[in-house]
């Protein structure tokens, strides 16, 4: 049973350009999470989706950022016109009901030059 | 709000134990337990549902008291795999399946 999978592991952006960054939850877990981790500090809650549903965004800056995860394939976090605040470890967890234990993936690196 | 942690850090000698508390200042329905090494994802170790809840893996334990809104955890005897940063995630009641997190203990065993 293949884990958490995110990709890319690696993303660098210009500034202003979009960056996507891409989740697939354990095989039977209906339930996403994303994370930003800044270097040497604990990880921010963003959003949490179930299938085709927003369930809790308030982690979540109003502005540039957005989350889906659809019927068929990976969950999305997308950045639009990204600046350097926005470089840090992005993570993604997942679950396969509310109250059980969240699985990490390796997390994407994003660098904002 | 974030829940407290401590101590920040620790340093151990290989065979001696630690504790590492986590304390809420909302009232809490689980508390999760993590260990991340520099550079990678958190683990999972253990989640603790219920108040006054005890569980162990390993020589690794927690407790969760949930009128103290408070949670530790237990390693005995670490090994030098122990090393690395533990998060406790704690869930409050009503708040969905969102986890805070704390900021983290880093803990460092030397041989």
């Known amino acids: 049973n293949a884990g958490v999978m995110q990709n890319p592991r690696h993303l660098v952006r210009r500034r202003g350009q979009e960056a996507r960054l891409r989740c697939s939850p354990m095989?039977?877990?209906?339930?996403v999470y994303w994370y930003r981790q800044l270097p040497e500090e604990g990880l921010k809650f963003m959003v949490y989706?179930?299938?085709?549903?927003?369930?809790?965004e308030s982690g979540m800056p109003k502005e540039r950022f957005s989350a889906e995860f659809p019927k068929e394939g990976p969950s999305i976090l997308r950045i639009q016109q990204v600046v350097r605040g926005d470089s840090a470890a992005y993570f993604c967890?997942?679950?396969?009901?509310?109250?059980?234990?969240?699985?990490f993936g390796p997390g994407t690196r994003l660098t904002v030059t | 709000q974030q829940p407290v942690q401590s101590p920040q850090a620790v340093i151990l000698r290989e065979g001696e134990d630690a504790v590492i508390n986590c304390s809420s200042s909302?009232?809490?329905?689980?508390v999760h337990w993590y260990r991340q090494k520099h550079g990678e994802a958190p683990v999972f170790l253990m989640i603790?549902?219920?108040?006054?809840e005890q569980k162990g893996h390993e020589k690794i334990s927690a407790s969760f008291n949930e009128k103290k809104q408070q949670s530790s955890l237990y390693l005995t005897a670490s090994q030098l795999s122990y090393s690395g940063t533990y998060f406790c995630?704690?869930?409050?009641?009503?708040?969905?399946?969102?986890?805070?997190f704390g900021g983290g203990t880093r803990l460092m065993v030397k041989p």
């Open positions: 095989k039977g877990h209906s339930h």
């Open positions: 989706l179930q299938k085709e549903n927003i369930i809790d």
């Open positions: 995630g704690t869930e409050s009641r009503n708040a969905g399946n969102m986890l805070t």
């Open positions: 967890a997942s679950s396969p009901q509310q109250g059980y234990e969240q699985y």
């Open positions: 909302k009232a809490l329905y689980s």
């Open positions: 603790l549902l219920k108040g006054g």
